[in-house]
């Protein structure tokens, strides 16, 4: 079924990024209905929104006044989405003001609404910034965190707009869950992603075949359900995606400096990284070289400590661990085991080979809880198995509030 997209566009220079998520929601089908700001209209003229878009575009409540548009947009819409929303329209949606189209629309909407924030930062980190996105999520709004990079001029940090593929990938997701998309909302998540490398020397190391898609996907699909959302990532190469704070490690140990770090004030952790379980002994400064008759080298591997132990082991009353499994024989029987070891709540269970899991754009898993319960998670996109965990979370942590 078609869905009705509204996109609003905020005044800040980041608007013409908007020219491409409008892309990707009309080539995915929707009907989107632009909705800009009088200030937007400077960096991006009427014209071109209304040719991307195919539908009339007004700024004002006052156009086409017989069709009641400061209403019925809002109350015929599927999702809301704001690219670039401004320090300016989140200050207006926090407090309830109507004094264009667009936050008319935003008080009539009763669909998911996601804010996509752009601005330089020390807007983004001013306190009534802060203020008016606390009140926007409290009210089950999901507001992504900006990006960080390159802002106008020669600043560089916090506040860029997140890439319009990933904003269309929440927004997606949104469309999918419904209004009661944000069951997050308020909560702080950790997950961790990847693979860790473990170096023998300056040219080789020891590591594994994540690609961190699955890790990747479990932060997208959080983001989207409104929590704020901590990646760990371990040697990945995937896009940030929108509305994550992300911290890349590459061993072992950073991985457990940084996830200990972040699971201490976290609702929930879920570890879905591959971090190496042994580690060479030995670094060699020189790259380790062939000797006279081709006798390889003796390596004595050293084992690196069990980070989702740890955290289960400190685990603080409320908190729910999320552990993974995977297996190439057995999985059933060493997933319980490690379940019961890490003092996890829950452990996502998958068999792991050729063509299987790693790499690849869907994934198939068991779900064990501490509590007993079984789920079977069948061949899947990695975004619908990682939403299909958060379920889970979800459930568990509401019956603890």
């Known amino acids: ?3 009705r997209v509204v996109l609003g566009v905020g005044g800040g220079i980041a608007a013409y990024k908007a020219c491409e998520l409008l892309r990707l929601f009309t080539e995915s089908g929707h009907a989107v209905r ?3 700001t009088a200030a937007a209209l ?5 014209p071109t929104w209304a040719a991307l878009s195919g539908q009339p575009v007004a700024t004002e409540v006052w156009q086409d006044v017989h069709a009641v548009p400061h209403v019925a947009i809002g109350q015929g819409a599927d999702l809301v989405v704001v690219a670039p929303a401004t320090a300016d329209l989140l ?3 926090a407090h309830g003001l109507a004094d264009d189209l667009l936050t008319n629309t935003l008080l009539t909407a009763r669909c998911p609404v996601l804010l996509a924030p752009a601005m330089h930062t020390e807007m983004w980190e001013h306190p009534a910034t802060v203020a008016n996105v606390a009140t926007l999520r409290s009210r089950g709004v999901i507001v992504l965190e900006p990006a960080s990079g390159r802002l106008t001029g020669t600043d560089t940090g916090k506040g860029r707009l997140p890439d319009p593929e990933e904003i269309f990938a929440a927004g997606r997701r949104l469309l999918t869950r419904g209004a009661g998309g944000a069951d997050l909302a308020g909560r702080h998540v950790v997950v961790t992603a990847g ?3 473990e170096p023998l020397d300056p040219v080789r190391f020891l590591g594994n075949r994540s690609s961190g898609k699955q890790g990747y996907a479990f932060a997208r699909t959080a983001a989207a359900r409104g929590a704020r959302v901590t990646l760990v990532a371990a040697n990945s190469v995937l896009p940030d995606p929108a509305g994550v704070t992300v911290v890349r490690v590459g061993t072992t140990e950073e991985l457990r400096v940084a996830t200990l770090a972040a699971a201490a004030d ?3 952790v879920v570890m879905a990284a591959a971090p190496s379980d042994f580690r060479p002994a030995a670094y060699s400064d020189q790259k380790i070289k062939k000797v006279a008759g081709g006798e390889a080298p003796v390596i004595e591997l050293v084992t690196n400590p069990d980070i989702a132990a740890e955290i289960g082991a400190a685990k603080r009353s409320g908190q729910v661990l999320v552990a993974f499994a995977a297996e190439t024989h057995d ?3 060493h997933g319980a085991r490690k379940l019961a070891d890490k003092r996890a709540d829950l452990i996502v269970i998958n ?3 050729p063509g299987r899991a790693f790499g690849t754009d869907s994934n198939a898993a068991v779900v064990l809880g501490a509590d007993g319960a079984r789920v079977d998670l069948a061949e899947q996109p990695k975004e619908d198995l990682a939403d299909a965990v958060w379920d889970l979370v979800s459930a568990r942590l509401s019956s603890q509030d």
Request: avoid cysteine; hydrophobic fraction near 50%.
């Open 1 to 3: 079924m078609t869905a």
């Open 34 to 36: 632009v909705v800009p």
């Open 42 to 46: 400077r960096f991006v003229g009427e």
């Open 91 to 93: 200050a207006k949606a």
């Open 195 to 197: 693979g860790t490398r």
């Open 266 to 268: 976290a609702d929930a």
């Open 331 to 333: 999985a059933m029987t």
């Open 351 to 353: 068999e792991v080979g």
